[in-house]
């Protein structure tokens, strides 16, 4: 069972920065997107960006402009670039990795990876 595999995560103040990396611990085929989402403590998880392997990004509005999410198409592995971190960025965050073959879905999670940003 392959899993993915996240790291960059930690105790920053406001305004710093901080980069996620997530790779899989083995071989992923077909996919079409990899991206962040995150969790906050009492809420539900969000979305946070996504890049299609055609190197289309998008970005839900709270972090657009301060984050920049990119992707290794040939090893599968996502990154987040984090600038300007606030405390409502608080959260676990999770990468994810989406492939579809001849009809079929699926998506890999990460274990998560805590960012806490104190004011």
């Known amino acids: 069972q392959v899993r993915l595999v996240e790291s960059g995560g930690g105790l920053v103040q406001t305004g710093d920065s901080l980069r996620l990396s997530c790779a899989p611990s083995?071989?992923?085929?077909?996919?079409?997107?990899m991206g962040w989402y995150r969790q906050a403590p009492g809420k539900q998880r969000e979305y946070v960006a996504h890049i299609t392997t055609g190197g289309s990004a998008n970005y839900a509005d709270s972090v657009k402009g301060r984050f920049t999410v990119s992707g290794d198409n040939a090893n599968n592995t996502v990154y987040l670039q984090m600038n300007n971190l606030q405390p409502e960025d608080t959260a676990v965050y999770y990468c994810?990795?989406?492939?579809?073959?001849?009809?079929?879905?699926?998506?890999?999670w990460g274990q998560g990876t805590q960012v806490t940003v104190s004011s």
């Open positions: 994810n990795i989406h492939i579809a073959y001849l009809g079929d879905d699926h998506d890999y």
């Open positions: 083995g071989r992923i085929l077909h996919t079409k997107w």
